[in-house]
């Protein structure tokens, strides 16, 4: 394939499908019993993350949420590791104590999974503060969802941000329900990136299921705070295709508008237009084919690996004195 922007979309592609396969798996998992963990699941937000995140370096940042798998995966945490610390084995990225809703893993620039809604954005502004304060030239993005723009802590980081001018983006993952409340009974702003406006910062709202779209966005935020012009609030309108926590029947949930959004499942949809843009189709299944195996490779590591085991309790917890 000779065309950069396909070379690109397949990429995007490759990433959204390996998200789409470890959540899959994560359910069919937790469904046999074979697994007992909180779970909240990315389903239908996989464009968002592989399209949102793809034009961050390895050293650049990232701060998500605990439904935050996707964002992991996207920030190119590799699987094993990954799947361990779900499992809370002792080969995942925290050791197995951190657990599905703190996953943290530095050598990728995922620098917190925070379990509390909204908590990551002035971290997020912390982490852009010293990036701008050394000069190491690394972007933060902070990724949030609907409910958490409704906050004291999105307001305190956004104005703090724009003031200084801090190299970070604000990525809200508009999936239109926060928890059980859907966005219009809580919010009455028509988009949440109106609100950049009183900060005096760029604000943009994008498809977050098209990939094309969100990587244009992703690219300008992405260079704008690179380049020392400041901070971004991007957000991607996308829809959540499964409960807010694994279990969770979704009940609250408009039937026919959630029929509309299977319609347009993002994943098929780039499928689609990667063919269409002459991707060959052998070249698509590869794709397919290897997130597969990668995902079945990362769930046997995580059950060879071994639990956490009991002097690891109190590690971690405390800074240890090195001895002189």
């Given at each position: ?103 943290t893993h530095p050598e990728s620039g995922v620098m917190v999974t925070t379990g509390v809604v909204g908590s990551g954005l002035p971290i997020a502004v912390g982490l852009a503060l010293s990036s701008q304060v050394t000069g190491d030239g690394r972007v933060t993005v902070a990724t949030f969802g609907d409910g958490a723009s409704n906050i004291g802590a999105f307001h305190e980081a956004l104005n703090m941000a724009s003031l200084w001018k801090l190299p970070v983006v604000f990525l809200c993952q508009n999936n239109r329900y926060a ?146």
């Open positions: 394939m000779t065309d950069p922007a396909a070379d690109r979309l397949l990429d995007v592609y490759r990433g959204a499908v390996r998200i789409l396969t470890a959540d899959e798996t994560m359910r069919g998992l937790l469904t046999s019993g074979e697994l007992a963990i909180a779970y909240y699941s990315p389903r239908g937000q996989e464009v968002v993350a592989a399209a949102g995140l793809a034009p961050l370096t390895r050293e650049d940042y990232l701060v998500t949420t605990y439904r935050g798998v996707h964002d992991q995966i996207a920030k190119g945490i590799p699987l094993e590791p990954l799947f361990a610390e779900l499992f809370g084995r002792s080969g995942g990225t925290c050791k197995g104590k951190g657990g599905p809703m703190h996953v928890e059980s409340t859907r966005y219009a009974d809580c919010t009455t702003a028509p988009h949440i990136a109106d609100r950049a406006a009183s900060y005096g910062m760029v604000g943009e709202t994008v498809n977050g299921n098209d990939a094309e779209a969100l990587l244009a966005a992703a690219d300008r935020a992405v260079e704008r705070a690179r380049s020392g012009a400041g901070p971004t609030l991007l957000e991607a309108e996308t829809y959540r295709f499964m409960g807010h926590y694994f279990g969770d029947t979704g009940a609250y949930m408009d039937p026919a508008e959630f029929a509309a959004a299977q319609a347009l499942d993002p994943v098929p949809a780039l499928r689609a237009r990667l063919l269409e843009l002459g991707v060959a189709e052998d070249a698509v299944t590869a794709v397919e084919r290897d997130a597969k195996a990668a995902v079945e490779a990362a769930v046997a590591f995580a059950k060879d690996s071994p639990p956490a085991s009991l002097d690891e309790l109190r590690r971690d917890v405390y800074r240890e004195e090195v001895p002189a």
